[in-house]
Nanobody, 122 residues
Framework: QVQLVESGGGLVQAGGSLRLSCAAS????????MGWFRQAPGKEREFVAA??????NYADSVKGRFTISRSNAKNTLYLQLNSLKPEDTAVYYC?????????????????WGQGTQVTVSS
């Protein structure tokens, strides 16, 4: 059974940083696309970042502030969040695909974590 478990969320002041982790179990995702999405209250889930073999993509709203990375040895995906803004407040979800195709469409990801809350105060 595949499981994705996020951690690292919390409350931070504007301008601060957080590092989110997503530990995967049940299968190896070293050659599969993985990504981060977020959902703010009253809004739809939106793409944040994704990477796969040799490719990375970011939403325009986070470019230059967030960095996605992974450790294949630990089967873990990371998201470094810097220069946080109040509008970054949301539940952040980790997602994984069965293929290596990188996508910003949440429908392309088959596996999802439960989410971790990020709250940025002004």
């Amino acid at each position: 059974q595949v499981q994705l478990v996020e951690s690292g969320g919390g409350l931070v002041q504007a301008g601060g940083s957080l590092r989110l982790s997503c530990a995967a179990s049940g299968r190896t995702f070293s050659s599969a696309a993985m990504g981060w999405f977020r959902q703010a209250p009253g809004k739809e889930r939106e793409f944040v970042a994704a990477n796969s073999v040799g490719s990375t993509n970011y939403a325009d709203s986070v470019k230059g502030r967030f960095t996605i990375s992974r450790s294949n040895a630990k089967n873990t995906l990371y998201l470094q969040l810097n220069s946080l803004k109040p509008e970054d407040t949301a539940v952040y979800y980790c997602a994984a695909s069965r293929t290596y195709y990188i996508s910003s469409d949440s429908r392309e990801y088959e596996y999802w974590g439960q989410g971790t809350q990020v709250t940025v105060s002004s």
